[in-house]
């Protein structure tokens, strides 16, 4: 979407939260429900973040108000195996599911004792190399390197850089460069370029695994019916840009190991990062194959029973750090946005 359609869609949505007008729109749009996408629940942090990390955050706070926003509007919390039930049985209520992408230790530190607190399920698709600790969260390593560092020097590929973090813009462009060095180079390089940022500074990637959940805590929340575990691949790529073989390796690996550690079927899919340019049709298909019930993206969208017919690629709706805003995801959750959304794509 270019800058234009993108101010238009702020402006049309600041209108709908002026004039309350959605309130108006909202039963036509609604839907049967709507399963949220989040990532990461913490607490506040007392200093200035990298907008990239930070925003893919929420508070335990919010994460309450959320779930209360939801029941007080006549939703019922639903998992995700009753939101396949909902397609291919009677609809039920209006619902909402809950889900969590990536793994992070914060799924069973601090969300699950709010879901068991209110006794409502949720999900977490699960990155593999995050418990079986072959990943690297690189990207928390250099928020801390350019909030600390001034400036950040490393030699890569005979070459010396000096980049520079004295001002937060400093720092937001700086973590914006070394990210695009690291996602830039062969996945094979991805090692050597992190040894040449952070070894000078005596960063080791070791010190951020307890940032991932372990086989145990996996384990522990999948012995408990209100938690579903889903895939989420084995190393979160960019699923277009692999081969047929590699994306059913990374799909079916995933599931395997899973299943192989919590003793139970996994049904459960979402594709990584899961915008139009990360899975399409092939990446639907492949997916389709490996015998799950339900494969979720983040093309934002409500569910209705058309969705039935299109299981491999349900539509979610994001909740990020920057829209801690009941009144934005009142308007999500009736389908607005994914509507202005839509009609700006085509315009
Ligand atoms: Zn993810």
């Known amino acids: 979407m270019n800058e234009i359609k993108h101010t238009l869609l702020k402006a049309c949505v600041g ?9 108006l729109l ?22 200035p973040r990298i907008i990239a990390n ?24 639903v998992s995700l195996d009753t939101v396949y039930e909902r397609f291919t049985g009677a609809p039920g209520r209006p619902f909402v599911c809950f889900t969590f992408d990536d793994g992070y ?14 006794q409502l399920p949720y999900a977490v698709y699960v990155i593999t190399d995050f418990p079986d600790r072959k990943s690297i969260l690189w990207w928390y390593m250099l928020e801390d390197l350019v ?25 937001e462009a700086a973590y914006d460069t070394i990210r695009a060095l690291l996602l830039s180079v062969p996945s094979e390089q991805v090692g050597d370029v992190i040894d040449a940022v952070f070894s ?7 010190d951020y695994e307890d940032q991932q959940m372990s086989w145990d805590q996996i384990i522990e929340l999948a012995n408990d019916p209100l938690v579903t575990i889903g895939a989420h691949t084995v190393h ?39 915008s139009p340019d990360e899975a399409g049709e092939r990446e639907f298909s492949l997916a389709a194959e490996c015998g799950f019930h339900t494969m979720t993206t983040v093309r934002e969208g409500t569910l209705s029973r058309v969705d039935r017919d299109h299981m491999d690629r349900l539509p979610r709706v994001e909740i990020t750090g920057r829209h801690q805003d ?13 509507l202005m959304r839509k009609g700006m794509a085509r315009a």
């Open 15 to 23: 209108i709908l939260k002026y004039t309350k007008l959605h309130r």
């Open 26 to 47: 909202c039963p036509f749009f609604v839907g049967n429900g709507v399963i949220l996408v989040l990532h990461r629940v913490l607490p506040e942090k007392s200093y």
């Open 54 to 77: 930070s925003r893919i955050e929420i508070t335990p706070g919010f994460l309450e108000q959320l779930i209360e926003f939801f029941l007080k509007r006549g939703y019922e919390v």
């Open 105 to 118: 230790a914060d799924a069973v530190e601090i969300i699950y004792p709010v879901f068991k607190k209110f």
């Open 147 to 171: 909030l600390e560092q001034d400036p950040v020097r490393f030699s890569y590929g005979g070459q010396d850089s000096a980049v520079p973090t004295t001002t937060s813009a400093d720092k």
């Open 200 to 206: 000078p500074y005596g960063m080791n990637p070791r």
């Open 236 to 274: 979160h790529y960019n699923l277009k840009q692999l081969t047929d073989d590699q994306v059913r390796w990374e799909i079916e690996t995933s599931k395997k190991r899973l299943e192989e550690k919590i003793g139970r079927p996994v049904l459960h899919f979402s594709y990584p990062f899961g």
């Open 326 to 338: 009941l009144t934005l995801v009142d308007l999500r959750r009736c389908g607005l946005v994914a």
